[in-house]
C-alpha cells in the first residue's frame, strides 16, 4: 500500500522550539508513523544566534534550510506562500501539506489547498496561533505535542484512560472564551472550539454525554457559565470568569515545591519530581484529560507559565513571570 506523499512546511520564526532536537526527532516520528517525506523545507533568519542550535540538527536530518533575512520579514508569508505554490506544482504527488506555524497570513494558502483536494496539517504554536487557520486545516495541533521527553512515565499511565468531568470542561470553555477575547478577537463558537482543543486534547464533547458541540454549549448556558448571542450570522460566546484549571494550579505549586536544581539559569526542577509531587498530594491528572505528565507541562507552556529546557537527559521546568505572577496572585 502506498504510504501518503508529505511535505513539511516549517516557519521557523513562529514556530521555534525551546529544545528543537526532541521536537524535531518528534516530527520525524510522527511522520513516519503514517508516511514519507517527500519534502522537508524550513524558513528562517538563519543569521540569529538563537537558531543556531536548530540549524545544526535540521541539517542533520536533511531539512532544506531557506534563509529569510530579518529586513524582509514583512515579505515572509508572501515568500513562503510563493515557495509552497511553486514546490506543488513541479511535485503533484504530493498528499499532504504539514504547515508549521500559527500566522494567519497563511490562510489565503489554506484556502486555496483546498480547492487542489490536498490535505493539510498544522502545528502551531498555541500562545499565538490564529484560530481562523486552524479551521482551515483538516487537523492541528500544537508543537508541543509531538515533542519527545527523554524519560519514562509511570506504567501505570498505559492502564488508564484519560477522564475530564463536566465542571472541568466547563472551566477550559469559559478559559478559551477569555483567551479570544482577550486577543482581539470575537469568540465565536467554531474559534473557541479550535482554542479549547489547542488547550486540552483529551476533551470531547461526546465523552460527556453530548451528541454535538451545541449540546454541551447549552448545558454550560443552563449553567449560567457562558452567555451566547447570535451577531452577523456568528454564535458570540461570552463568559463572567476567566479561571486556570485545577490541575494547571497544582503543577505549578508542585514546580515551584520541586525547584530544588541549579542551573545558570535559576533554579529548575526536573519533571518526574513535579510528577512525584502531585502524587504525594493524591492529584492523577489522568482525571483531568491528560494522558501522560508531560502533556500537563505541555498544558501550562502552552498558557505561557512554564519554561521547558533539556540538560543532557535532564528535562526541566521553571516558572515565567506570567506563571509567578499567577501563583502570587492566588496566595493573595
Known amino acids: 500500500m502506498r504510504k501518503k506523499a508529505v511535505a513539511i512546511i516549517w516557519d521557523l520564526e513562529d514556530v521555534t522550539p525551546s529544545i528543537s532536537s526532541t521536537f524535531v526527532k518528534g516530527l520525524l516520528d510522527y511522520v513516519h508513523s503514517y508516511g514519507r517525506i517527500s519534502i522537508a523545507r524550513v524558513y528562517g533568519d538563519f543569521a540569529k544566534n538563537r537558531f543556531a542550535r536548530a540549524a545544526a540538527e535540521l541539517h542533520r536530518e536533511s531539512f532544506e534550510m531557506i534563509h529569510i533575512p530579518d529586513s524582509a520579514k514583512e515579505e515572509y508569508p508572501d515568500t513562503i506562500t510563493g515557495g509552497v505554490i511553486a514546490l506543488l506544482a513541479l511535485h503533484p504527488h504530493i498528499d499532504q501539506l504539514l504547515l508549521i506555524s500559527g500566522r494567519k497570513s497563511f490562510a489565503p494558502l489554506l484556502r486555496q489547498l483546498r480547492t487542489l483536494d490536498l490535505e493539510t496539517m498544522v502545528f502551531c504554536d498555541a500562545r499565538k496561533a490564529d484560530e481562523q487557520l486552524l479551521l482551515l486545516a483538516d487537523d492541528f495541533g500544537d508543537f508541543r505535542d509531538l515533542t519527545i521527553v527523554p524519560m519514562d512515565e509511570e506504567e501505570s499511565s498505559k492502564d488508564s484512560r484519560p477522564t475530564i468531568s463536566m465542571d ?3 472551566i477550559l470553555l469559559q478559559e478559551a472564551i477569555s483567551f479570544i477575547a482577550e486577543s482581539g478577537q470575537r469568540p465565536t463558537s467554531d474559534l473557541v472550539r479550535a482554542r479549547l482543543k489547542l488547550m486540552n486534547e483529551g476533551f470531547a464533547e461526546k465523552a ?3 451528541e454535538s458541540w451545541n449540546g454541551f454549549l447549552t448545558e454550560a448556558q443552563k449553567r449560567k457559565a457562558i452567555h451566547a448571542r447570535f451577531k452577523d450570522n456568528d ?3 461570552t463568559t463572567p470568569r476567566s479561571p486556570v484549571p485545577e490541575i494547571i494550579l497544582s503543577f505549578l ?3 515551584e515545591s520541586s525547584s ?3 542551573t545558570s539559569e535559576g533554579r529548575k526542577a526536573k519533571l518526574p519530581d ?3 509531587q502531585l502524587s504525594q498530594w493524591g492529584l492523577d491528572y489522568r482525571s483531568h484529560g491528560y494522558s501522560t505528565l508531560k502533556k500537563v507541562a ?3 507552556a502552552k498558557r505561557g507559565l512554564v519554561l521547558v529546557t533539556l540538560d543532557e537527559s535532564n528535562y526541566f521546568l521553571d516558572l515565567t513571570l506570567k506563571g509567578n505572577e499567577l501563583l502570587t496572585d492566588r496566595e493573595d
Open 168 to 170: 472541568q470542561s466547563i
Open 208 to 210: 460527556l454525554g453530548f
Open 235 to 237: 454564535l458570540i460566546l
Open 253 to 255: 505549586k508542585a514546580l
Open 260 to 262: 530544588k536544581i541549579r
Open 274 to 276: 513535579i510528577g512525584k
Open 298 to 300: 505541555d498544558a501550562a
